[in-house]
């Protein structure tokens, strides 16, 4: 099992998060620290697609960065946003604060 981060208790409902979308696979929710007017992690919601960081991507999680890549593209289509950042940061010296894989979206447009 591995260590519970605050994501995973995002996901369990234990904590409330401003969800801005769901799907069967991701998660997406307005960072509670943004840097941007519309800054938001996305998380990927099966715990067969849990890994702590991008160091740590193996076989088996390997697809996981591009899912969440492609589920940010499709949001940033489908609510009309034409610029934006994608970030993964990777460990405490990459300034990753939680090990739960996540992207941050950042954009000046807001939703």
Known sequence: ?????????????????????????????KDINPKAPTHLLLIAKKEADFVPSIADLNDATNHVPAMLISKAQAFAKDQGIDGYKLTFHVGKGGGQEVFYLHLHFLSQQTI
């Open 1 to 29: 099992m591995p260590e519970e981060t605050i994501f995973h208790k995002i996901l369990a409902g234990e904590i409330p998060a401003d969800v801005v979308y769901e799907d069967e696979d991701v998660f997406i929710f």
